[in-house]
């Protein structure tokens, strides 16, 4: 029997290393494990991105109402300092301000205003005496009324400033 020098050189014409028995194999994956792992990942995305887009929803009708608390106080500001309602929301550097949707705020003086373009509750009572701010929500789509179907998603201000949020909550 012949032993396997320790030190081979190309001039012996014999390989670096040893080469493995033909009888030694290695372990892989088999398709039926593949499978139950792209069944399982498949049945955890399928749970997680509804609730993912869930929770990004959220998160842009939480910045709404944010960005409507910043804005009434940058209008309140201004009342202050010039005694009157700002003209456009451009008077308080928030002119170019969109809500999370990309569609621009919605601003309007309740003095001089038709009453037809006010906000209304289900009475059909303007629910501001001083100035609407909202936002048309995702939809993009509003009508002065609350509870028209086109309104419902809507982030609105309303009491004055005492109740921030979705206009269905309202």
């Not at 009434?72 to 456009?88: C, F, G, K, S, W």
């Not at 003086?109 to 100035?131: C, T, Y």
């Not at 936002?135 to 309104?151: I, K, Q, T, Y």
Request: net charge negative; aromatic share 6%; glycine share 10%.
């Amino acid at each position: 029997m012949g032993s396997v020098p320790t030190r081979l050189t190309p001039e012996d014409g014999a390989r670096a290393t040893p080469r493995p028995d033909c009888h030694e194999r290695t372990r892989g994956f088999t398709l039926i494990e593949l499978v139950i792992v792209a069944a399982l990942l498949g049945a955890l995305a399928a749970l997680a991105i509804p609730n993912l887009r869930r929770a990004l929803e959220q998160a842009r009708f939480v910045r709404a109402i944010a960005d409507i608390g910043a804005i009434q106080q940058n209008i309140q500001e201004h009342v202050l300092d010039n005694n009157a309602y700002p003209a456009t929301l451009s008077d308080v550097g928030m002119g170019g301000l969109t809500d999370p949707w990309g569609n621009a705020y919605v601003y309007l003086r309740v003095e001089g205003a038709s009453i037809g373009a006010l906000r209304k509750d289900r009475f059909l009572v303007p629910i501001n005496s001083d100035f609407d701010l909202y936002s048309v929500g995702p939809d993009g789509r509003s009508n002065p009324p609350l509870l028209a179907a086109a309104s419902r998603d809507d982030i609105i201000r309303a009491n004055d400033g005492g109740f921030v949020g979705v206009a269905v909550d309202f």
